[in-house]
């Protein structure tokens, strides 16, 4: 007897418990890639205020942060974002072209290769560098540990790649360029999914000489953990890197947040935007703001991809393929 | 009555009980072993847990737990461990009676499947979830159509946590219930009793501890459980994000203090858990005591 009434409060309490969460107000969902978690934070915030001062509806933005490989995965399979903001532009054509969400042409549809700030590769290493650490070909020395995540399923990783790929084709020459490459990732002891995982395993657990990072994201760990602990060594050539933004056609037009997602996006662009990106150490794209936090970057050499690699498409083919390049130099 | 016997019997024999007991120094290095293996690896971790997160005092302690983004964590986890629990009771329970209660074709093949979460990867889990429910999956497109969300929201977390906890009630009862018999249901059925009676008063009566003990780890287990949900949870702050996954994200963003909280309070969750475990136990025994008595 004592027993049954035991379980019959169990299943009310449970089945009251199954009440679903209830939002009234928009909700607009921007998946981005690691290192932008800070930024957007600070960003969401200045763009609820112009949005709501300009009349439009309290809006609630959610954020969800990973591997830029692996959160295009997500969206391809299913998570409905209204916008992207991934690492490289690849990631969004994949969105295009496997899950057929939004237009392949969606790159032009917003100012600068739809990229409202830059960043590109650099160096953190320990402080004092005590392995003399200087420039990419010193990161394929057999007794330096280098950390870098998976070019498969991060963005920062592949512009890491594809930087050291760049340089050593200049370096030892087309012939000698994968074994060089190759030489770099015999030195990586742990591949991480992300770039925020990869900076966590160099800064907290202290695994590795060298850490291969998002300008951003190295002056992210300097500003956390002081400039007594580590240091940032510029190469002399790195990439120009472009993280872009997109909106996502079939989920906006479904969820009726068009106007917002498109107003979001253009917001990325607007003068306070821009400062809110420097501020946590992205490039600006827009020259006059840029040029105010000229001292704030490090002058170095860059190249665009698309200058020297071409098109993601044959970069991914190529090179992150399964049985591409990155696979035979890692699982060799 | 059964504790006199013991007790006499042991003073009967005390040149027997020297020949089982081992050594003073064996015991001592066994105690001592087992004693700092327990410190090493449960309490200093527990304690470093609560240190780290009120090592900067407890407003930013209770800030982080209050943060509705860690609120909307507790809830969701708390959700999906209300629903997965009782549906893994039920489940459990009627398994665990069919497998030992009675023959049939394709039993060996529903205890292989009961222990199924068991031996697949949690990671595996989650992913077998987003090839049925995905867009590029089975039954995704239709879900779509129909507006339908699976995966990436709170179907999906459930599901997960449903799965990687089917076999922890069932698991837990089998045993119990193959070494009880049949013999007291067959007195029960012969006396005149319904399927009903024999089960609440018969069946659940004998097998009540085991499946406390089920419940209780089930529930520890749904609670915790970060692989499979990390998976189809689409990491969405506020809304997708279970506890442990919360407790990721803040480290990730060099919020330690936070993720400790977070961290904190999961352990709290199994302390009390441990608690009303201990609790039940108490309470049942003493109304035990006295009836039997009687």
């Known amino acids: ?332 | 009555m059964d504790m006199a016997s013991i007790t006499a019997s042991s003073s009967h024999s005390p040149s027997r009980t020297r020949i089982t007991q081992e050594p003073r120094w064996v015991r001592y290095t066994l105690i001592t072993i087992a004693l700092t293996f327990l410190a090493l690896f449960l309490f200093v971790p527990l304690i470093s847990v609560f240190y780290e997160a009120l090592k900067k005092g407890v407003a930013v302690y209770i800030a982080a737990i209050s943060d509705p983004d860690a609120l909307a964590a507790i809830k969701l986890t708390l959700t999906a461990t209300a629903i997965a629990v009782p549906l893994n009771l039920i489940f459990g329970v009627a398994a665990a009676w069919a497998i030992t209660k009675f023959e049939f074709k394709g039993k060996n093949v529903l205890i292989t499947l009961i222990d199924l979460p068991f031996s697949v990867s949690p990671v595996i889990a989650g992913l077998i979830f987003v090839l049925v429910f995905g867009m590029q999956g089975w039954l995704g497109p239709w879900l779509a159509e129909h507006d339908i969300r699976i995966i990436f929201a709170v179907p999906g977390i459930v599901l997960a946590t449903l799965f990687i906890t089917v076999p922890f009630i069932a698991r837990e009862l089998i045993p119990l219930m193959q070494a009880q018999g049949t013999e007291e249901e067959l007195a029960a059925v012969t006396l005149g009793a319904n399927g009903w009676q024999l089960f609440w008063r018969v069946t659940l009566p004998n097998i009540k501890w085991g499946l406390l003990y089920g419940v209780i780890l089930c529930n520890a287990r749904a609670m915790g459980e970060f692989g499979a949900v990390s998976v189809v949870s689409g990491h969405i702050r506020g809304s997708t994000n279970t506890l442990p996954l919360h407790v990721e994200i803040l480290y990730n963003e060099y919020n330690f203090a936070a993720a400790f909280a977070v961290a904190s309070l999961l352990a709290l969750l199994a302390l009390i858990t441990l608690a009303i475990k201990t609790g039940i136990e108490s309470k049942v025994s003493q109304q035990k005591g006295p009836n039997h008595e009687h």
Request: charged fraction near 20%; aromatic fraction near 12%; hydrophobic fraction near 40%.
């Open chain 1, 1 to 332: 007897m004592k027993l049954q009434t035991w379980f019959t409060v169990l299943f009310i309490i449970t089945s009251l418990s199954i009440v679903g969460p209830a939002r009234a107000d928009k909700t607009l969902l921007n998946v981005s890639y690691d290192p932008t978690r800070e930024f957007f934070q600070e960003f969401n915030v200045a763009f609820s205020k112009y949005w709501s001062a300009n009349g439009g509806e309290k809006i609630t933005i959610q954020q969800s942060h990973g591997g830029s490989g692996k959160q295009a995965r997500s969206v391809i399979d299913g998570l409905a974002a209204d916008v992207v903001t991934l690492a490289l532009a690849g990631d969004i054509d994949a969105i295009a072209e496997h899950g057929k969400l939004l237009p392949e042409n969606w790159q032009t549809r917003l100012p600068k290769n739809s990229s409202p700030y830059t960043s590109t590769i650099v160096f953190l290493v320990r402080k004092g560098n005590p392995k003399g650490i200087k420039d990419w070909h010193d990161l394929a020395n057999g007794c330096v540990a280098v950390i870098t995540p998976n070019p498969k399923t991060s963005g920062g990783a592949r512009w890491n790649y594809l930087a050291a790929w760049e340089f050593g084709k200049h370096y030892f020459g087309e012939t000698r360029v994968q074994e060089f490459v190759s030489d770099i990732y015999k030195n990586v002891p742990v591949l991480d999914s992300g770039a925020r995982g990869s900076t966590t395993t160099f800064v907290e657990r202290g695994i590795g000489d060298v850490l291969i990072a998002w300008e951003n994201e190295a002056y992210l760990a300097l500003k956390e953990y002081g400039n007594d602990k580590f240091e940032i060594i510029v190469p002399s050539v790195s990439v120009l890197a472009e993280p872009p933004v997109a909106i996502i056609d079939k989920v906006v037009d479904k969820k009726g947040t068009r106007v917002i997602a498109e107003a979001y996006l253009n917001y990325l662009y607007s003068e306070e935007a821009q400062h809110i990106a420097a501020k946590h150490y992205f490039r600006p794209s827009d020259e006059t703001i840029a040029a105010q936090y000229a001292q704030q970057f490090t002058k170095v050499k860059l190249f665009k991809i698309s200058d020297t690699f071409g098109n993601w498409k044959n970069i991914h083919q190529i090179h992150f393929s399964d049985g591409g390049i990155f696979d035979q130099i890692y699982l060799k």
